[in-house]
């Protein structure tokens, strides 16, 4: 059997190497041309396991669940709601005010989903409460309620049934006195099984929370992300974005999750996420301080 000389061998690495430095870049702009286009969960690289910074002791945390004591028993099993810091920072301008448009993920990292069941009680209104699952499988409502779900209007979309102060964008100076200056108007979200970020035994393979539903005839809905599950919005996404115009200096970009504390979870410290910016924006770049 011919056997191919040591020159041939190196001749055929070189033209690998070559196409790989040529082609591997040229993958690497096709996928970001299209990550625009794709579907949300797709358009979304991994999250790092702990993507979260605690909040500066100067912030206030919303007062304690009235139900918190839950979590200290071992017959339930309580989420935990976590937010990935702000990414894909896009400066954009709407009517005439220059805004920052930024992706977040509302992440359920505790032992049990996070879930709400929804009794219609108005036009566009439901009325939560928290279920919280058994170690068996059975479910525990949570008393006092969850606040509402919102039959909420998505331009291009039509309306949709979402959890009202799931989470809200805020925007902090920094220093050793941190102020609030301002927030965004995004606080409803789906709270849906989008994408599984962790392969954790207790986290279900498949989706247990299905998109939300549209419709205006119905009475009842369940919301909910189960363990190792995320509900994810790109930068694009409606009301995506945080007002910034007129602003000069470091602020901390901070997404919170459950501000006003109406889920009881396993650990209420943990709920901000937060990137540094510097203002004033570029016209197309956000820099970091
Ligand atoms: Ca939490
Ligand atoms: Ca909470």
């Not at 591997?24 to 794709?38: G, N, Y």
Request: a positive charge; proline letters at 9%.
């Amino acid at each position: 059997m011919p056997r191919r000389s040591p020159r041939r061998r190196t001749l055929s690495l070189a033209t690998v190497v070559v196409l790989l430095a040529v082609l591997t870049p040229l993958a690497f702009l096709a996928l970001s041309s299209t990550e625009q286009t794709v579907d949300r969960a797709k358009a979304i690289v991994p999250l790092p396991p702990k993507p979260y910074l605690a909040p500066s002791e100067s912030r206030k945390l919303p007062p304690a669940h009235p139900s918190a004591a839950l979590c200290e028993r071992d017959d339930v099993e309580c989420p935990d709601l976590a937010m990935r810091a702000p990414y894909q920072l896009v400066p954009d301008t709407i009517r005439g005010r220059r805004v920052l448009r930024v992706a977040n993920a509302v992440m359920s990292i505790g032992k049990g989903p996070v879930e709400v069941r929804g009794v219609r009680s108005g036009a566009l209104t439901m009325a939560a409460t928290q279920y919280l699952r058994r170690p068996g499988g059975a479910s525990k409502s949570v008393p006092g309620g969850a606040g509402t779900i919102v039959f909420k209007a998505i331009p291009a979309q039509g309306r949709i049934w979402k959890f009202q102060d799931a989470a809200r964008f805020e925007l902090w100076t920094t220093g050793r006195a941190p102020r609030l200056v301002r927030t965004g108007p995004k606080l409803v979200y789906c709270l849906r099984d989008l994408r599984r970020l962790y392969d954790w035994r207790r986290s279900p393979g498949r989706e247990v929370y299905p998109a939300c539903s549209r419709s205006a005839k119905r009475t009842r809905v369940t919301l909910g992300t189960s363990a190792g599950w995320a509900d994810i919005y790109p930068a694009s996404y409606y009301q995506q974005w945080i007002d910034v115009t007129g602003l000069r200096g470091c602020f901390d970009l901070t997404h919170i999750a459950d501000p006003k504390n109406r889920i009881v979870e396993s650990d209420e410290t943990n709920n901000e996420a937060t990137t540094r910016i510097q203002l004033p924006m570029g016209r197309k770049l956000v820099r970091r301080c």
